[in-house]
């Protein structure tokens, strides 16, 4: 059985850092595309990184440079360095993983077959 467990996630004044981690059981990150999602109340879930297991990362629109995705394969964990805060950051954050080996061009939630429960992060101005 396949579990993603999400950490890091808290609240932070605008400009802050905050750094997430998702551990998998079940589940072997380096072979697989990975990354991560959020969704804002009201709004659809939008895409924020995405690692393959080649170690090329994609990234949502405007969050290149200050948003990093890495991955740990010895310890089968992956993280989301996020810098430079902004308050339309705020959102909860999700990880997910996939089946393809690399990630695809558009990456969409419907390709994700495994999510976390999902970590809260809150940026006040």
């Known amino acids: 059985q396949v579990k993603l467990v999400e950490s890091g996630g808290g609240s932070v004044q605008a400009g802050g850092s905050l750094r997430l981690s998702c551990a998998a059981s079940g589940y072997t990150y380096e072979k697989s595309c990975t990354g991560w999602f959020r969704q804002a109340p009201g709004k659809e879930r939008e895409k924020v990184a995405f690692i393959g297991s080649d170690g090329t990362t994609t990234y949502g629109d405007s969050l290149v440079g200050r948003f990093t995705i890495s991955k740990d394969n010895a310890e089968n964990i992956y993280s989301l360095q996020m810098d430079d805060l902004k308050v339309e950051d705020t959102a909860m954050y999700f990880c997910?993983?996939?089946?393809?080996?690399?990630?695809?061009?558009?990456?969409?939630?419907?390709?994700?077959?495994?999510w976390g429960q999902g970590t809260q992060v809150t940026v006040s101005s």
């Open positions: 997910a993983a996939s089946l393809w080996r690399e990630c695809p061009p558009v990456v969409r939630p419907s390709q994700f077959s495994y």
